[in-house]
């Protein structure tokens, strides 16, 4: 009797165990019940591979290969079915999705069926994320639980499009490093690499009707050295469809194109002379172009066997196409009545060439402007409605905004973060992504592919350096497009991210480890007291603050509510995991005559760089001084800055301090001047100072201090655009971005 009833408890408590058992799979599973008991993976364990597909066992080959270097165990497979300690692998049609899979565990043997060969190694994915973190390791390791357990698992991609595209043009990155970085997208399961192998700077692409293609350089980027051959090309496609992966190649036209046109000027809109009107680096789009360019996607199509070729379309200026007499003959001969029409004309060539190769093109959304090509697939990246305006017209769509998917973005409040683009896509941020716009039918709804992220690499050098602007961002991303929108749930996706991380430290992964970041914002008061409010990610851990600039320790004071900031200070936060205080910050806060006061803007900035609002300006805090992406600093696009200073009463004002960033390689350029304006009614104003700005030797921040001895009660200041970003350098022609930062009035 006691026999048995200890019996009874032990398998209570092993019920437990399991029952309790922390499932850390991502992406999230679309159904999961964890069931009693394990199966035990050794050395006897045979894959009953059902399916007589070469595809099925290159599915299998991940689990195979990581067992036998890390555990030493070596499966073999067989034909026979056998009652115990096996893998049973077959495909079944049944399934809706092509991609689903499922998975069922129980202590005699493991059971994968799926819709085609992709489904078997997506549940392969999921099968050693069950297994411990040491699987992922390249040695030998003794002692590592092989046990997983009981459960079973229904599952099938949300979207059937998991992209992630990576430029390699701005930055040449090798073929070890793409072949590491696909391994990373296939075990999370997505499914699109896309490749953007030209742009400006250069032309990765390996041409052999046009062999100056790849050794051509924009001269802004002069030692941008290296390109793939067409047997690289080749040797990579196949081992990302090894990985179930397909690459879609971009070759960006018309614009972006200065590399192409520095090997074959001809292609540029000429003058009379045969002299280059404008050198802006975009195709002329005369016949001569056109051939060209289908010659190139030619060579390109033999590589790829994608169903998508993608032809980009985005960034055209297209100033030169208006003094250009091919292209004004070009549009007097088709009837065109704009600009916008004779490049959807370009690319409505270029797309009737791809269909009768029977691919499809791809472009960015640029492509809707002044008609959409009849079978063309939108990828939206200024907004996520143009995706869904692609889908009212029947087009399906990839959506890719830069409000959340691009990874050149800053994903930290931290000044030291390597330098990047601008902008701010944090993991939160990423994983909030919806990819169906709003306002659609369930029948538009349909033609939304999924996500993609985009890492562009003008500040990204080295493969490394991609890995920490990549990831973990990208495993949201990968949970956005697989998992189902009910399911997700961001804490619970950091529980789960924390043991996924642990895998890529074992495969030697450069993630970014900025998870429990503190955040601050400013609260209005009725006071103009400034108010620094602290929150985290992680919403039940504690954060401990100081303001004299030193570190806090777990006896400082323990955030609970808005501090109250009356005089300069020096802000240092911290939160706590696992006992220890993690993730500190700094800000630092200069009060001024300013500091706290409203102030009015004649126009808003742009939506993409207005994270921290017009309080910006006016809190006391200075932006980053290598970037421009952070909540501090403000951009207009083309437009001037115009603001004003209420301060509530008449003030003594000695001087007033500026900041603006500039940076030309990112389109960022100073005002031509400021001007100042003072008033005490708010409707009448004099000009009481003006200011010309040089134009810096160098990018970064520059500080302009004007000095007047005035007493006002309005401060209103003006800073005009540069105007047209000048020839030979980066957006030639088009509109500068203007970035404005702290003011600061003593």
């Known amino acids: 009797m006691k026999r048995i009833i200890l019996l009874l408890v032990c398998l209570c408590s092993l019920g437990k165990v399991f029952a309790q058992q922390q499932i850390n799979i991502i992406p999230l599973p679309k159904h999961l019940s964890v069931e009693h008991g394990f199966f035990l993976i050794n050395k006897e364990t045979k894959i009953i591979d059902l399916t007589n597909n070469t595809e099925t066992k290159n599915a299998l080959k991940p689990l195979k290969e990581k067992l036998q270097k890390s555990a030493g165990i070596n499966l073999s497979f067989q034909t026979k079915i056998t009652k115990a300690n096996c893998i049973v692998v077959e495909l079944d049609k049944n399934f809706t999705n092509p991609e689903a899979y499922s998975l069922k565990i129980s202590p005699s043997k493991v059971s994968i069926k799926a ?54 043009s701005r930055h040449f990155m090798p073929v070890d490093f793409i072949k590491k970085y696909l391994d990373e997208l296939a075990a999370l399961k997505l499914n699109r690499f896309h490749w953007h192998l030209t742009d400006g700077q250069a032309f990765r692409f390996e041409s052999k009707k046009y062999p100056l293609l790849h050794t051509a350089k924009s001269p802004q ?68 172009s056109i051939a060209f360019v289908n010659d190139i996607l030619d060579e390109v199509m033999e590589i790829f066997p994608s169903k998508y070729i993608h032809i980009g379309g985005d960034e055209a200026s297209k100033t030169a196409w208006h003094k250009c007499p091919n292209c004004q003959k070009r549009m007097k001969e088709k009837g065109l009545k704009s600009i916008d029409e004779l490049q959807s004309d370009f690319i409505k060539s270029i797309e009737q060439h791809v269909n009768q190769k029977g691919r499809q093109i791809i472009g960015w959304d640029e492509i809707l402007d002044g008609g959409l090509a009849p079978n063309a697939t939108v990828m939206a990246w200024r907004s996520i409605e143009s995706g869904g305006t692609a889908a009212k017209m029947k087009h399906h769509a990839i959506i890719s905004p830069t409000s959340h998917c691009y990874l050149d973005y800053y994903q930290s409040e931290d000044p030291n973060e390597p330098l990047a683009f601008g902008g701010f896509v944090n993991l939160p941020k990423i994983y909030s992504f919806e990819p169906i716009p709003e306002g659609l039918t369930k029948e538009e709804e349909k033609y939304i592919l999924g996500g993609q992220a985009n890492l562009w690499t003008e500040q990204v050098p080295v493969g490394s350096h991609v890995e920490y602007m990549t990831f973990p961002r990208a495993v949201a991303l990968a949970e956005v497009d697989w998992s189902t929108k009910e399911s997700r749930n ?45 929150s985290c990610d992680n919403g039940d851990a504690p954060i401990y603050y100081t303001l004299d600039g030193t570190s806090p320790t777990l006896q400082s004071a323990k955030y609970s509510s808005p501090i109250a900031i009356r005089k300069s200070s020096t802000v240092k936060a911290a939160t706590v995991m696992k006992g220890k205080l993690v993730d500190e910050i700094t800000r630092t806060i200069t009060y001024n005559k300013a500091t706290g006061h409203l102030m009015s803007l004649k126009t808003a900035p742009d939506q993409r760089y207005n994270r921290g609002g017009v309080k910006a300006l006016t809190n006391g805090m200075f932006g980053g001084e290598s970037r421009f992406g ?75 201090q004007v000095s007047f001895n005035k007493s006002v009660k309005y401060l209103k200041i003006i800073a005009p655009s540069f105007g047209t970003i000048p020839a030979n350098s980066t957006g030639a022609g088009d509109k500068p971005w203007l970035f404005v930062d702290e003011i600061v009035v003593e």
């Open 115 to 168: 819709a085609n060969p992709s489904g078997v190694f997506y549940a392969v994915q999921s099968i050693l994320q069950l297994l411990p973190a040491e699987i992922e390791q390249s040695t030998f390791a003794k002692n590592i639980d092989t046990k997983i357990p009981a459960l079973t698992i229904e599952d099938a991609p949300r979207f059937p499009y998991r992209g992630i595209m990576l430029d390699v």
């Open 221 to 288: 980027w002069p030692t941008n050295e290296g390109f793939y051959s067409q047997a690289e090309m080749r040797d990579i496609v196949k081992y990302a469809a090894e990985r179930f992966i397909t690459i879609i190649p971009e070759i960006d036209v018309p614009a972006h194109s200065n590399a192409a046109l520095v090997a074959y000027p001809q292609f540029a809109c000429l003058d009379s002379t045969g002299k280059q009107l404008l050198f802006q680096g975009e195709f002329c789009p005369k016949d001569e």
């Open 490 to 534: 961001y804490n619970d996706f950091l529980n789960r991210l924390s043991s996924y991380l642990n895998r890529m430290d074992y495969r030697q992964i450069n993630y970014a480890k900025h998870f429990f970041e503190i955040k601050t914002s400013m609260p209005t008061s009725a006071d103009n007291t400034i108010q620094l409010a602290l």
């Open 630 to 704: 952070d909540e501090e600093w403000l951009g207009w696009n083309g437009l001037d800055f115009e603001g004003t200073i209420d301060f509530g009463k008449i003030t003594d004002i000695q001087k007033a301090t500026f900041r603006f960033f500039h940076k030309p390689s990112s389109w960022i350029w100073i005002p031509s001047e400021v001007q100042i304006f003072g008033s005490n009614d708010g409707v009448n104003y004099e000009q009481i100072a003006q200011q010309k700005v040089a134009v810096p030797t160098k990018e970064g921040v520059t500080q302009v």
